[in-house]
């Protein structure tokens, strides 16, 4: 740069003067004539040459001038020949100041791409010297210290009159460093001045910038256009061509140019300084040397003019700009130094009129170099709305172009509409076509996955069924093998595994509350220690509490106090021979309602601790209502299952099914139909029964898959309206006409049709906890399938129910019978008393051998739970058995029956219907002198129990305090009398539920000791204002019931005889 400034004046002069001679030789060639005749001269080679010379110098000066003219340059003051020049001093950095820095590192290859575009963000920075930054970045990088252009010169000047003269226009260009001068006021001028000139203020220290100069004889220098660029757009030559020749004619109009200064651009401009064009004429008057190119210094430039105060606002006119404008020429005038970057904005801004066919549009000058310096149109920021954000009347021209279709309007409209429509064209084909093949995609990947997981679970049931067959087939095996040897491994030492496992469907255990409880109400279970030869291994649900583990081993260990009738007696081996256990999957499916297999299943630590208990050891698993994990947990422990198939039990377990056991054995049942899966066929059915059986003045409806009395449901016929005339019908044709067909078609049609609306109106279901209406009852009940049963026709009907075991051997046994204890107006049984003493005790036993060798039959093995209804016939007196139910599995009466033999050593016999104990044991022994007494025949005792009592406040008492307050009450076991009161608890988390065994010489007296218990305890946990949800209450108002009847029975027995 350095050599350039101090070489660049004469080669400039050089290039200028060839230039200037070239064209005045192509113009005197013009002129040539031949004059002689026969001479030739090829002008128009000559022309040629010369003229190719010419541009290479042209273009060569002008990227010269591009260079050079970086810095501001200005033209000389013409002064008359006869005066001599003076030589203006050229501006030169002082190069030695300048430091020697080594390159950025953004400078280096391979810097990151962060880097570089910090890099690129620093270079705009430096080419913008009014940017902020500028200045700073300049030293940082370069080491220069540029001048400070924001700070105000201060002068103090005396007081003098001011005179006002003409003042000479600030056409020449000033350097950079002088350019925000303006900021301060410019002193006044006074006479002695004006006369000094500018010598005298250039003496004084005021630079040129910071006063008017004032001059009597003002010259007015004109502003020669340079070559315009060849290279440029046609738009922009032509608005320079024009504002070229416009400025000639403003200075020449105006009169005296009114001094001003000129505000700091925000961008350097990006074009040379115009200068006269040269000749022969001019180039004698013009001074030698490279001060024609060179900037001026700061003592001798020029004064600029003051900005004026207008907007300078110009026309935009159907896209054009009128270049002799009054407005346009005084903010082109004003703005001459910038005049490159604007002339870009307006060449954009009349582009945009064009294209949009604006009208007009009105051109705030001071907005649009506001928005040149602030950088936006060259940082990426120069959109469609910072360009009209210049315009006067921005609104409307926005309306304009928002206007739909003004584009195509415009200039090159019908060009870019089918443009526009070709892309859109274009755009939908591939769009579509995009579409298309994703969806094809998709829909492919979609059949792959869904492919893919179909193999796999079409892989996974395969392996689950090869693994249940060969679950079953080991069961099967392994069933054979305990068949075989029964006989030999119930008299042996022997382990079992009681598992009290609930498989019902999943359904139905999400709908039980308190499922894992109610898993765990078969504690009596541990009471098959009593034989010596038993160890039982009991999988508890929940987890047991010290308090309970303590319970029941305190528990069990009274069988040697109870033999001997001595409470200091060593405790049993009892309390060895018994382990609960409770499997670690219960903490991770806490709320899943799992039965106890599936729970085992998913327990290894539980299974490895089963195996090294049984290991070397005859061992089998007594499981509850079965379910396929109970194969799996067999499998895996390798021990047989005493109970039936699990689809097996399925099939036979439900209501349908026992109805087809007890018809294949030959037991009474009710009359009723079973397999009932339709709203018409339940219709018909109930119409049939209704007509067969006049005498049934209620039915029952039962769900196959539901247990108890949840899913049972009655319909009261008595009150139907032709039902007398029925009767009547029925004692017309008498009991064997009234069999046909034709006998029975009027009646029956008539039920047919009251049948709908008799269900809806009165069928009820009984709990209405699961299924509280009708409506949502025959949902379920038509899903699952049911059957219709007649209740009883009797005002006195007795329930009993008798705990069967079907041996691997083919035997049957009876090991419990028990009168079942049932809630007011309800079917659910809440207790029992034993034994029964409703039936016959050899027709009970004929009943139940039938319905076991049935079961044998159809490979229903293991416990099984046989439920009767009997009552005394209308007319004849006679007493009827009815089998209405069959439960497969171990159930809470026989749990309950096993605490109770151990606590009396007894031993029901239900051949004859009596629970004989050995005698009270005497408490002085007889010496040898004396005889021995004879050998007392044993005792009967009757007992009352329950295993689902149920009592919330129960919670807010320790089991510890429980028993302090039923001592205080009197409430206890008499281990002599072998009579008293037992409990059986269920958890340590909860405590709402309990069981209860009452033991006493006769019914009555057991009877009335259950009531008084349950009524001691509800006073005792409860207060007035808190009583509780239980169901006390309604067990101790049965019972009364019962004690009544058995008093009357009492009575007419002592009348009889």
């Not at 009474?668 to 007509?691: F, K, N, W």
């Not at 049934?696 to 009655?714: C, H, I, N, P």
């Not at 065994?997 to 007296?1005: A, E, F, H, N, Q």
Request: proline letters at 7%.
């Amino acid at each position: 740069m350095a050599d350039i400034l101090q070489n660049g004046d004469e080669l400039g002069r050089i290039l200028v003067q060839v230039q200037s001679d070239l064209s005045q030789l192509k113009k005197s060639l013009n002129r040539v004539s031949v004059s002689e005749p026969g001479e030739t001269l090829d002008i128009q080679a000559l022309d040629a040459a010369i003229s190719r010379t010419e541009n290479g110098i042209k273009k060569r000066a002008e990227e010269y001038l591009k260079t050079v003219n970086k810095q501001i340059l200005t033209l000389p003051v013409i002064e008359d020949l006869e005066k001599k020049t003076r030589k203006i001093a050229t501006w030169q950095p002082p190069l030695e100041t300048i430091p020697d820095l080594l390159p950025q590192k953004y400078l280096i290859a391979g810097a990151s791409p962060g880097e570089k575009h910090k890099a690129a963000l620093a270079m705009r920075v430096l080419y913008n010297p009014v940017h902020p930054k500028n200045r700073d970045l300049m030293y940082q990088t370069y080491g220069i210290q540029l001048p400070d252009l924001q700070k105000k010169a201060k002068s103090t000047v005396g007081a003098k009159k001011v005179v006002t003269s003409p003042k000479v226009g600030g056409s020449a260009v000033v350097p950079a460093g002088l350019q925000n001068s303006n900021l301060n006021p410019p002193p006044p001028l006074y006479a002695d001045e004006i006369k000094a000139g500018i010598n005298s203020s250039v003496e004084k220290g005021l630079p040129p910038s910071a006063a008017d100069l004032c001059l009597q004889n003002p010259v007015r220098p004109k502003a020669p256009p340079l070559h315009q660029k060849e290279d440029g757009s046609p738009d922009k030559m032509a608005i320079c061509e024009r504002a070229g020749k416009r400025q000639k004619d403003v200075n020449q109009s105006k009169g005296i140019v009114q001094a001003h200064g000129i505000s700091r651009p925000l961008r350097p401009p990006t074009w040379t300084a115009t200068t006269p064009p040269p000749s022969a004429a001019s180039d004698s008057k013009l001074p030698q040397g490279p001060a024609r190119l060179s900037p001026l210094s700061p003592q001798c430039s020029p004064a600029l003019p003051l900005p004026p105060v207008g907007k300078h606002c110009f026309s935009i006119v159907d896209g054009r700009i009128d270049p002799y404008d009054a407005e346009f020429c005084a903010f082109k005038e004003q703005y001459c130094l910038c005049w490159g970057p604007l002339v870009e904005a307006l060449w954009r801004l009349e582009r945009l009129m064009q294209d949009f066919a604006v009208p007009y549009a009105q051109v705030c000058g001071q907005r649009l170099v506001a928005l040149m310096q602030s950088g936006e149109l060259y940082w990426g920021g120069g959109g469609l709305g910072h360009l009209l954000s210049v315009l006067e009347n921005e609104e409307e021209v926005w309306e304009l172009v928002r206007r739909p279709g003004q584009r195509y309007r415009g200039e090159g409209g019908r060009q870019a509409a089918a443009v526009r429509i070709q892309a859109s064209w274009r755009r939908h084909q591939a769009r579509t076509a995009y579409l298309r093949q994703q969806r094809r995609k998709w829909a492919a990947g979609t059949i792959a996955i869904s492919w893919l997981l179909h193999a796999q679970v079409g892989r996974v049931r395969k392996s689950l069924q090869a693994t249940r067959l060969r679950h079953l087939e080991n069961y099967r095996s392994r069933a054979e093998y305990l068949a075989d040897n029964w006989k030999h491994l119930s008299t042996s030492r022997r382990t079992i595994i009681h598992v009290p496992s609930l498989g019902y469907t999943g359904q139905q255990r999400c709908s039980l509350t308190g499922f894992n409880v109610l898993q765990n109400t078969q504690m009596g279970r541990l009471c098959d220690v009593r034989d010596e030869n038993v160890e039982v291994i009991y999988v508890c649900p929940v987890r047991l509490g010290e308090d309970l583990s303590h319970y029941y081993t305190q528990l069990l260990g009274l069988q040697g106090a109870v033999e001997t009738g001595d409470l200091t007696a060593v405790p049993a081996s009892g309390a060895k021979r018994f382990t609960i256990l409770t499997p670690e999957a219960y903490q991770h499916f806490p709320s899943h309602n799992m039965c106890v297999s599936t729970l085992l299943k998913y327990s290894p630590h539980t299974l490895r601790r089963i195996k090294n208990l049984i290991q070397g050891k005859h061992a089998y698993i007594v499981s509850g209502f079965p379910h396929m994990d109970d194969l799996a947990v067999a499998d895996e422990l390798g021990v047989p299952i005493l109970g039936p198939e699990p689809a097996v039990a399925e099939l036979y377990g439900t209501k349908s099914g026992a109805r087809r056991i007890f018809t294949s054995a030959g037991v009474s049942v009710p009359p009723g139909h079973g397999d009932i899966y339709t709203l018409r066929q339940l219709h018909e059915c109930l119409a049939q029964l209704m007509t067969d059986h006049l005498e049934v003045q209620r039915w029952l409806f039962k769900m196959d898959g539901e247990v108890g009395s949840r899913g049972t449901a009655y319909c009261d016929v008595s009150h139907l309206s032709f039902r007398p005339w029925a009767m009547q019908e029925y004692q017309r044709h008498g009991p064997q006409l009234w069999r046909m067909a034709w006998a029975q078609e009027p009646v029956l049609i008539k039920f047919l049709e009251a049948v709908p609306a008799l269900l809806t109106s009165s069928a009820k279901p009984f709990n209405t906890s699961c299924y509280p209406t009708w409506t949502c009852f025959l949902e379920h009940f038509l899903k699952e399938g049911g059957v219709i049963e007649a209740y009883p026709p009797s005002d006195s009907v007795t329930c009993l129910t008798v705990d069967l075991l079907v041996e691997p051997g083919g035997e049957v046994r009876m090991l419990s019978c028990a009168d079942q204890l049932h809630e007011p107006d309800t079917l659910q049984v809440v207790g029992c008393s034993m034994p029964q003493t409703s039936v016959c005790s050899d027709t009970l036993y004929s009943i139940c051998m039938r319905v076991g060798q049935a079961c044998q039959q159809r490979r229903i093995l293991g416990h099984l739970s046989l439920d009767l209804v009997t009552f005394l016939e209308l007319g004849t007196l006679e007493q009827q058995v009815w089998a209405v139910d069959l439960d497969i599995g171990y159930s809470n009466q026989l749990a309950m029956t096993q605490l109770m033999q151990l606590m009396t050593r007894g031993t029901l016999n239900c051949r004859t219907g009596r629970l004989e104990v050995p005698p009270p044991v005497s408490a002085n022994k007889p010496t040898a002198r004396q005889k021995a007494p004879k050998a007392q025949s044993v005792t009967t005792r009757f007992a009352v129990m329950s295993s689902q009592l149920f009592h919330t406040n129960l919670s807010m008492v320790h089991y510890s305090v429980f028993f302090q307050m039923c001592r205080a009450q009197g409430i206890g076991f008499d281990i002599k009398e072998r009579q008293g009161s037992v409990f059986a608890l269920h958890d340590s988390a909860e405590r709402r539920s309990l069981g209860m065994v009452t033991i006493s010489p006769d019914l009555k007296g057991a009877l009335l000791t259950f009531a008084h218990n349950l009524s001691v305890i509800h006073q005792e946990i409860s207060a007035p204002n808190l009583q509780g949800e239980t169901n006390f209450k309604d067990l101790i108002k049965n019972i009364e019931e019962v004690v009544g009847v058995t008093i009357q029975n009492a009575a007419k027995e002592n009348t009889k005889k």
